[in-house]
Antibody
């Protein structure tokens, strides 16, 4: 079955760039939306953005100026870059597969296990 | 800050029915589908309900979803100890941004 695995540094210095990669195994990256979602310690879920497999991204307006999501179909991977990080960006970062319904984004049906990223000063 | 509002907590004894509400607006729940996710502490969220009231394969029929206007509800009937978790509603808004609810912690007494 399809599995997602996040990878990347667990510690990032303030003002630097957070970079994570999600590897999709057991299935193709084609025909789905691919999202990043984060969860600060003890808090709720926040959607960061998605990229369609063909390369069209859409970002949370509150993070848009700092976020880039890209996809590499040859490697079955998609990636997140978040610039100028602060302590407020400390969170568990999840990658998730998004289905589509009538050409619109639908449910997040498969999630990675999540990776904790801490921003240090 | 989430624009989908849920009660912070809900509880019940085994076998009882528990209902969780999710309140939004005309630009999100009012015009788009609602989804529900279950998150056991320390694990990734799991899809529980999609498109208002559809259950993925493997989700027990004890879980049901409904939507009316700008609000939605998740009901858990025949509450079991393994249902103790955090529950999040979600919806897309008209700008195709995903919104999550504030989350509800369900405790089985």
């Amino acid at each position: 079955q399809v599995q997602l695995q996040e990878s990347g540094p667990g510690l990032v210095k303030a003002s630097e760039t957070l970079s994570l990669t999600c590897t999709v195994s057991g299935g193709s990256i084609s025909s789905y939306y691919w999202s990043w979602i984060r969860q600060p310690p003890g808090k709720g879920l926040e959607w960061i953005g998605y990229i369609y497999y063909s390369g069209s991204p859409n970002y949370n307006a509150s993070l848009k100026s700092r976020v880039t999501i890209s996809v590499d179909t040859s490697k079955n991977q998609f990636s997140l870059k978040l610039t100028s990080v602060t302590a407020a960006d400390t969170a568990v970062y999840y990658c998730a597969r998004g289905r589509h319904w009538n050409d619109f984004p639908d449910a997040f049906d498969i999630w990675g296990q999540g990776t904790m990223v801490t921003v240090s000063s | 800050q989430s624009v989908l509002t849920q009660p912070p907590s809900a509880s019940g004894t085994p076998g009882q029915r528990v209902t969780i509400s999710c309140s939004g607006s005309s630009s999100n729940i009012g015009s788009n589908y609602v989804y529900w996710y279950q998150q056991v502490p320390g694990t990734a969220p799991k899809l529980l309900i999609f498109r208002n009231n559809q259950r993925p394969s493997g989700v027990p029929d004890r879980f049901s979803g409904s939507k009316s206007g700008t609000s939605a509800s998740l009901a858990i009937s025949g509450l079991r100890s393994e249902d103790e978790a955090d529950y999040y509603c979600a919806a897309w808004d008209d700008s195709l941004s995903a919104l999550f609810g504030t989350g509800t912690k369900v405790t089985v007494l």
